[in-house]
């Protein structure tokens, strides 16, 4: 059985900084992107990082970039998101997801590529 759980959401004021993980079970690391998603009351999911777990090689969506870093530790099985800067626009709640690394893309704009998804963490940045 593939389980994701998502956790380290929390309260930060505007340039502070918090540490997602995703602990996955289930899965082949090999075989494996894991990426994290941020939805808004009333929006759409949107993705924002994505990460494939056989070669570590991260992906941002721009809002994120340079502040954001995805990583993973296979011995683990957890993938982290380091969030850095962070600003009242990136209050949402975040979810991890895991996808086939050849159908994953890169662009992070279809949850379709997803096969398995954690629970969300909420996570609030104040002003």
């Known amino acids: 059985e593939v389980q994701l759980q998502a956790f380290g959401g929390g309260l930060v004021q505007a340039g502070g900084s918090l540490r997602l993980s995703c602990l996955a079970s289930?899965?082949?690391?090999?075989?494996?992107?894991i990426g994290w998603f941020r939805q808004v009351p009333g929006k759409e999911r949107e993705g924002i990082s994505c990460?494939?777990?056989?070669?570590?090689?991260?992906y941002y969506v721009d809002s994120v970039k340079g502040r954001f870093t995805i990583s993973r530790d296979s011995a683990k099985s957890a993938v982290y998101l380091q969030m850095n800067n962070l600003k009242p626009e990136d209050t949402a709640v975040y979810y991890c997801?895991?996808?086939?690394?050849?159908?994953?893309?890169?662009?992070?704009?279809?949850?379709?590529?997803?096969?398995?998804w954690g629970q969300g963490t909420q996570v609030t940045v104040s002003s």
């Open positions: 997801a895991a996808g086939k690394s050849w159908i994953v893309r890169t662009t992070l704009q279809s949850q379709d590529d997803y096969d398995y």
């Open positions: 289930g899965i082949n690391f090999d075989d494996y992107a």
């Open positions: 990460i494939n777990l056989s070669d570590g090689r991260g």
